[in-house]
C-alpha cells in the first residue's frame, strides 16, 4: 500500500508546520518505512529527499491571484501538482475548505486531519481584530466553512484529530459512524540541542514562550497579569519572562513598562532558541485554549519542551501527556479561565523541579522516548490508514 500524507500550504504557513513534515520524513527513513511519503506542497520550493518531497504548487493564475486557486480549487492545485496514481490512500493535513476537496474525497480514499476546531478558531481571530484586511480573508473564509467542512468530511474515510475534544466535537457534527484516530505531535532530531533546565535559586525565576505569533489563545495577557500581580502583592521573586516569535510589547499590554522583565527577541532560528534553553528554570504553553473552544489538544511546543528538558505551565490537559505519572509529573496545570492565576504556584512549582532535577530529567526523557517520538507516532498514522474501514 502506497500512502500520500499531504501538506497544502500558503508562501506564510508556519515554520513549525513545515518542521514537522520533515521530522515526520525523517522519522520514516529512520522506520526504514517506504510506504508513506510526507508531500508538502507549497509556492517556493521543489525538492525531493527520501520520504519527504517538497513540490512547487503548479498555479494556473498568475500572481496574487493564486489566493483565488488556493481558497477555491484546492483538489485541482492538489491533483495538478502530485500524482496521485501512485497513491493507495491519502491523508491530507486539512487546511480549509472548498467545494471541489468533496470530488477529491470521492474519487480517492482519503483521511483528514484536523488540528483544531476551524470554525471557531475563524470566530476567534476575527473577533481580536475584526476591521483588519485579514479579517476580509477570514470572514470569506468563515462562510466557506459553514457550507462545505461538514459536507466534506462526511465524504472522508476517516479522520485524525490531536485531541480527544476535537475527535467528539467533528464526530458529533458528522452525525454519522467514521474511523477516528486520535494521534498527538511527535519531535524527533535532537543531535546538538541542549536539554535541561536551569536550577531556580529562588532569587530569579526566567520562562521562556516560544510562538509563531500574539494568538488570543495563548493567553500571554494573563501569564503577564499573574506576574504582576505577583509583585503588586509584594512578591519577593525578580521575574524574567523571554518571548520568542513575531510579536513584541505593543501586543501584550503591560509589558512595555517592564522592558527588563518581559524580553522579546522577535523571530529565533531553531539554533538561537536552542541557545536559551540553559538559562531557563521553566517553559510556558498556551495558557487560554478555550477562547478557539478547545478543551484538550496536543501542541508541538510542549512535545519539544519535554525533549530539551524543561519542565511547563499549562492551562488545558494535553493530550500527549495522558500517560505522565501525576507524582512524577513535570506540568503545572493552571485554571481554564480568562482569569489571572495564581503565580506562587508557578514560583513552587520551580522549587520543587529544582528539588528533584536529576529524577525529573530522567523521567522527561523516559517519556518523551517511549510516547512522543515521531516514530512512534508515525508507526500510528500507518496502523490507523491501514485498518480504516474504506
Known amino acids: 500500500m502506497r500512502i500520500a500524507y499531504i501538506y497544502l500550504l500558503m508562501k506564510d504557513s508556519s515554520v513549525g508546520v513545515v518542521r514537522k513534515a520533515e521530522q515526520q520524513a525523517e522519522a520514516l527513513g529512520l522506520m526504514g518505512e517506504s510506504q508513506m511519503d510526507v508531500i508538502v506542497l507549497n509556492p517556493d520550493i521543489h525538492e525531493v529527499s527520501g520520504q519527504l518531497h517538497k513540490r512547487k504548487i ?34 491530507l ?20 486531519e484536523l488540528q483544531t476546531m476551524i470554525i471557531e ?6 473577533s481580536t481584530s475584526p476591521f483588519s484586511v485579514s479579517s476580509l480573508a477570514r470572514r470569506i473564509r468563515l462562510l466557506m466553512e459553514r457550507r ?11 479522520m485524525i484529530t490531536v485531541g480527544h475534544h476535537l475527535a467528539a466535537y467533528y464526530s458529533s457534527k458528522l452525525g454519522t459512524p467514521l474511523p477516528i484516530r486520535v494521534i498527538t505531535n511527535g519531535y524527533t532530531g535532537l543531535k546538538r540541542e541542549n536539554v535541561g533546565f536551569k536550577p531556580f535559586d529562588g532569587k530569579e525565576l526566567n520562562l521562556i514562550f516560544v510562538g509563531s505569533r500574539p494568538d488570543v489563545w495563548h493567553g500571554l495577557d494573563r501569564l503577564v497579569g ?33 522592558p527588563g522583565s518581559f524580553v522579546f527577541y522577535g523571530k529565533r532560528s531553531r539554533e538561537e532558541i536552542n541557545a536559551l534553553i540553559p538559562e531557563m528554570n521553566l517553559a510556558v504553553a498556551p495558557l487560554a485554549l478555550h477562547r478557539k473552544g478547545l478543551d484538550d489538544t496536543s501542541a508541538i511546543k510542549t512535545v519539544e519542551y519535554t525533549f530539551k528538558g524543561l519542565p511547563f505551565i499549562i492551562s488545558y490537559p494535553d493530550s500527549g501527556f495522558d500517560e505522565v505519572e501525576a507524582a512524577r509529573s513535570f506540568i503545572l496545570r493552571v485554571s481554564d479561565d480568562d482569569g489571572i492565576f495564581d503565580f506562587d504556584k508557578v514560583v513552587s512549582f520551580a522549587r520543587r523541579m ?16 517511549r510516547h512522543l517520538t515521531w516514530q512512534v507516532k508515525m508507526r500510528e498514522y500507518i496502523e490507523f490508514v491501514e485498518n480504516s474501514t474504506i
Open 121 to 126: 478558531e475563524l470566530e476567534a481571530k476575527i
Open 148 to 158: 462545505y467542512l461538514v459536507a466534506n468530511l462526511a465524504e472522508c474515510k476517516g
Open 93 to 112: 493535513r486539512y487546511s480549509s475548505s472548498d467545494r471541489s476537496l468533496q470530488k477529491l474525497f470521492r474519487k480517492k480514499d482519503c483521511i483528514a
Open 58 to 91: 503548479r498555479f494556473v493564475l498568475p500572481g496574487p491571484l493564486g489566493l483565488v486557486e488556493f481558497l477555491f480549487f484546492k483538489r485541482q492545485l492538489i491533483e495538478r501538482s502530485v500524482d496521485l496514481s501512485g497513491y493507495d490512500k491519502i491523508i
Open 226 to 258: 499573574a506576574v504582576l500581580d505577583y509583585w503588586k502583592r509584594g512578591g519577593p521573586i525578580k521575574v524574567k519572562v523571554h518571548f520568542v516569535g513575531s510579536f513584541s510589547a505593543t501586543n501584550i499590554p503591560g509589558t512595555e513598562k517592564y
Open 354 to 369: 529544582t528539588e528533584s532535577r536529576t529524577e525529573t530529567l530522567d523521567y522527561m526523557k523516559t517519556y518523551a522516548e
